[in-house]
């Protein structure tokens, strides 16, 4: 009888921790990192930023684009300066990321008076690696001065993924320490 209960508890905690493995098609937080590479203008140097944005209505077909109301947020450290997602001009329309069948392809983010990360300063929302400064609310006088490098980082799963694994983990620690207090009364 208590074989039977044993081992209808591993299945149990089995097909938890099973349910609970992330899946290819499972919807996460994706983090992104990048660098930008200013090397003329003014402020030459390395800048860092990250951002991050929820893949879930992503379809990996064709040119697809995700803005902030699909959790896009975005952290850039600029001559002292933290800018994120609401700083760009265009918010909340803008910032957006750009994806070719599944792949990030490029960032469009417009800070007035400023800098631009993208490729078309007449076409802001195209996105991509260059880097630009900014001299007036006048995107004519933008300037190229670097380039832009992605780097992805690790995927978040969902709450659910997590729990899933809280709970196999919490059911497998009972039954082992279950087992042990067993050897130690016979």
Known sequence: M???????????????SVAAVPKPTQAALVNYGFTVNA????????????????????TGLGEETLGVNNGLSILFDYLGTQYTEASDFDYPSSPVVSFTNGNLS????????????????????????KFYSILSADLLSTTEVGTVTYSKSTTVPEPMTLGGIAIASTIALGMKRKKKLSRVTN
């Open 39 to 58: 090397t003329s203008g003014s402020n030459p140097g390395q800048y860092f930023g990250s951002f991050r944005y929820d893949d879930s209505t992503l």
């Open 2 to 16: 208590k074989l039977a209960k044993n081992i209808s508890i591993a299945a149990f905690a089995v097909a938890v």
């Open 106 to 129: 490029r960032l469009s983010y417009l800070v007035e008076d400023r800098f631009f990360i993208g490729n078309d300063p007449v076409n802001p929302n195209t996105g991509g690696t």
